[in-house]
C-alpha cells in the first residue's frame, strides 16, 4: 500500500532499471484527449481550406500541452517519489489537461481562456510539487527554487497576455513566452543539475511518440469510417493502407536510434535533443491530421485543392525525418540512418505533392510513404553491411 507521505528528495541518476511508473502512463494518457482534440482541429482547417489560419493556434496550443508534459516528465525523472500527496498533486496537473482539451476549439478560434486556465491548473500542481522539493531534499534545494521562481513569473506572463494583449498582438506575444518558459531550465539548473534519469527520459520520449502515432491511426481510423458510410472506394484504401505503413515505418525509424545511451553520454547535449522533440511531436500530430484529411478527400469533395492535402502530410513528414537525425547525431558517434539518405528522402517527400493535381492524393500518399519505406531499407542494409565482419585474404 502506498505511504500517505515520504521524504521527497533526488533519485539516483545510476539506478539500474528505471522504468516509467504506472502514474507516469496514467499522467499520459490524459495528454491522448487533448492531442485528439488539436489534431482533429487542424484536419478540419486544412479540409475546409483554412490551413494558413490553423498553424499559430496549432503550435500554440500544442506548445502548451508539449510544455507540461514535458516538464513533469523531467522533474518525475528527478524527484519521483510516487507517495499519495505527490499522487494527488499529479491528479491536478492531470485536470489541467483535461481543461486545456476542452479548450482546444476554442483556441483555434482566437480564445484561449480555456487553455490558459488548463495550463494554470497544470503548473500550480507542478509547482506544489517543486515546494516539496525544496523543503525535503535542502541540498539541491537551489534547482527547485528556481524552478519555482522561473515557472510562476512566466505563468503571470502568460495571465497578462489573457487579460492585456490585444488580439492583433498575441501571436507576438506568444514566441516571447514560450522562449521564456524555456529558459527557465538551463536557469534553474545552473543552481543545481537535475538529476534526471537518462535511459527513464529516453524511455518516456519514446513512449510520448507511441501516444502520438497511436492518435495518427485513431484519426486515420475515424476518416475510414466516414468514408465506409459514404461508400468504400480503391482510393480510400490505398491510401488508409499507405498511412499505417508509414506510421509503422517512421516508428521503427525512430526507435532505431540509441537516444538512452546517447544522454548517459552527453548529459550536457540533452538540452537540444529535449526541446528540440517539440518539432518531432509536433510533426507526428500534423502527419495524422494530414492522413485524416486525405482519407477524407478520397470518399469527399474538400475545399482545399490535392496539392494542399499532400502538403498538409509532407511538410510536418520532412520534419520529423530531419529531426530524427539532427537530434540524435550529437549524441551519438554515428547515427542510425545516414544523414545524406535522410536528406533526400526529405526532399522527394517534399517534391511529391506538386505531382497530386496530375496522379492524385492516393498515388502521392503511397509515392511518399515508399520513399519514407526506402529510408527505413536503405538504413538496415547500411547496419547489416557496416557490422558484418571484414574478410581478409
Avoid at 525535503?136 to 527554487?145: C, I, L, Y
Avoid at 528556481?146 to 489573457?162: E, K, P
Amino acid at each position: 500500500m502506498t505511504a500517505l507521505r515520504t521524504r521527497m528528495t533526488a533519485r539516483d541518476t545510476t539506478e539500474d532499471h528505471r522504468v516509467s511508473s504506472p502514474l507516469e502512463l496514467l499522467f499520459d494518457l490524459t495528454f491522448v484527449v487533448a492531442i485528439a482534440q488539436i489534431a482533429s482541429e487542424l484536419a478540419h482547417a486544412v479540409a475546409e481550406g483554412h490551413a494558413g489560419d490553423a498553424i499559430m493556434p496549432f503550435f500554440a496550443v500544442f506548445f502548451a500541452i508539449w510544455w507540461a508534459w514535458n516538464q513533469f516528465t523531467w522533474l518525475a525523472s528527478a524527484y519521483d517519489t510516487d507517495d499519495a500527496l505527490y499522487r494527488v498533486f499529479t491528479m491536478v496537473q492531470m485536470g489541467g489537461v483535461l481543461v486545456l482539451a476542452a479548450g482546444v476549439p476554442s483556441a483555434f478560434e482566437g480564445d484561449f481562456l480555456a487553455i490558459t486556465l488548463g495550463y494554470l491548473i497544470m503548473r500550480i500542481g507542478l509547482i506544489a510539487i517543486l515546494i516539496r522539493a525544496l523543503r525535503e531534499d535542502p541540498a539541491s534545494a537551489g534547482t527547485p527554487r528556481r524552478y519555482i521562481i522561473g515557472i510562476a513569473l512566466v505563468q503571470l506572463g502568460w495571465l497578462l497576455r489573457l487579460l492585456f494583449v490585444p488580439a492583433e498582438f498575441i501571436g507576438i506575444a506568444f514566441p516571447i513566452l514560450a522562449l521564456a518558459e524555456m529558459l527557465v531550465a538551463p536557469w534553474a539548473d545552473r543552481a543545481n543539475k537535475l538529476a534526471w534519469h537518462p535511459h527513464h527520459i529516453a524511455e518516456r520520449y519514446g513512449l510520448f511518440v507511441i501516444i502520438l502515432l497511436g492518435e495518427s491511426v485513431l484519426a486515420s481510423t475515424s476518416a475510414v469510417q466516414l468514408g465506409i458510410e459514404a461508400g468504400v472506394t480503391p482510393q480510400l484504401v490505398v491510401i488508409a493502407s499507405a498511412g499505417l505503413v508509414l506510421l509503422f515505418t517512421l516508428w521503427w525509424i525512430y526507435f532505431s536510434e540509441p537516444a538512452g545511451e546517447g544522454l548517459e553520454s552527453h548529459r550536457e547535449r540533452s538540452y537540444i535533443w529535449g526541446y528540440g522533440h517539440y518539432g518531432i511531436f509536433a510533426g507526428l500530430a500534423a502527419i495524422g491530421a494530414g492522413l485524416e484529411v486525405a482519407v477524407e478527400s478520397s470518399v469527399h469533395h474538400l475545399e482545399a485543392s490535392s496539392l494542399v492535402v499532400c502538403l498538409a502530410v509532407a511538410v510536418p513528414l520532412a520534419l520529423v525525418l530531419l529531426l530524427i537525425w539532427a537530434l540524435h547525431a550529437p549524441l551519438v558517434e554515428r547515427v542510425v540512418i545516414h544523414p545524406v539518405a535522410t536528406v533526400l528522402t526529405a526532399v522527394v517527400v517534399l517534391a511529391l505533392p506538386f505531382l497530386a493535381p496530375q496522379i492524385g492524393v492516393a498515388a502521392t500518399v503511397s509515392a511518399m510513404t515508399l520513399a519514407v519505406v526506402g529510408l527505413l531499407v536503405f538504413t538496415l542494409l547500411k547496419g547489416r553491411h557496416d557490422s558484418a565482419p571484414a574478410l581478409h585474404g
